[in-house]
T-cell receptor, first 112, second 111 residues
Framework: DAMVIQNPRYQVTQFGKPVTLSCSQT?????MYWYQQKSSQAPKLLFH???????NEADTPDNFQSRRPNTSFCFLDIRSPGLGDAAMYLC???????????FGPGTRLTVL | DAKTTQPPSMDCAEGRAANLPCNHS???????VYWYRQIHSQGPQYIIH???NNETNEMASLIITEDRKSSTLILPHATLRDTAVYYC????????????FGQGTELSVKP
């Protein structure tokens, strides 16, 4: 089945140690999103790509960066994770024809 | 984007209809109403969206009032698997597809 895949599902890192989360899709959608969801809160958009065009949300910290080497893959890089960056990170794609987003299962990041 | 207001939580008996309200009194003419849900520890899932006409699909029905200031998501026969947080989101069609999530309604379907 076509889908959005996130690896790993659980990631543990140390305070200040760079970490990369990955997302891949078999849906061939042009748009990909990264959301952060902290405990008991709603998902919050960090940034998105329209093809290779990167769009950062105004309040996304500089500590968060992203790469999209091709249509299928998108990466979230956290340069120096702090304790406050512990969260679920959700990747999504958008089907422009139906204007719906398809979410992956998320990666839960723990910062020690 | 127009803000939405939803009750923080609701209960529903299994097999009964679940009616989830959403207020969006500042919605503008080109803004759509979207509903997503998030089952615990999963990514959000699209349910339905509409502009001004009522919509129905295999998951749910969306009823939008004539003045478009509020809407109701209806799950006609709720099951235990429908227990989730339901998000009502209002967005224009020209906003890059971005979803701004509010706090949502936590629906508990009980046996």
């Amino acid at each position: 089945d076509a889908m959005v895949i996130q690896n790993p599902r659980y990631q543990v890192t140390q305070f200040g140690k760079p970490v990369t989360l990955s997302c891949s899709q078999t849906l061939n959608h042009n748009v990909m999103y990264w959301y952060q969801q902290k405990s008991s809160q709603a998902p919050k958009l960090l940034f998105h790509y329209y093809d290779k065009d990167f769009n950062n949300e105004a309040d996304t910290p500089d500590n968060f960066q992203s790469r999209r080497p091709n249509t299928s893959f998108c990466f979230l890089d956290i340069r120096s994770p702090g304790l406050g960056d512990a969260a679920m990170y959700l990747c999504a794609t958008r089907d422009a024809s139906t204007d719906t987003q398809y979410f992956g299962p998320g990666t839960r990041l723990t910062v020690l | 984007d127009a803000k939405t207001t939803q009750p923080p939580s609701m209960d529903c008996a299994e097999g009964r209809a679940a009616n989830l309200p959403c207020n969006h009194s500042t919605i503008s003419g080109n803004e759509y109403v979207y509903w997503y849900r998030q089952i615990h520890s999963q990514g959000p899932q699209y349910i339905i969206h509409g502009l001004k006409n009522n919509e129905t699909n295999e998951m749910a029905s969306l009823i939008i009032t004539e003045d478009r200031k509020s809407s109701t998501l209806i799950l006609p026969h709720a099951t235990l698997r429908d227990t989730a947080v339901y998000y009502c989101i209002v967005r224009g069609s020209n906003q890059g597809g971005k979803l701004i999530f509010g706090q949502g309604t936590e629906l508990s379907v009980k046996p």
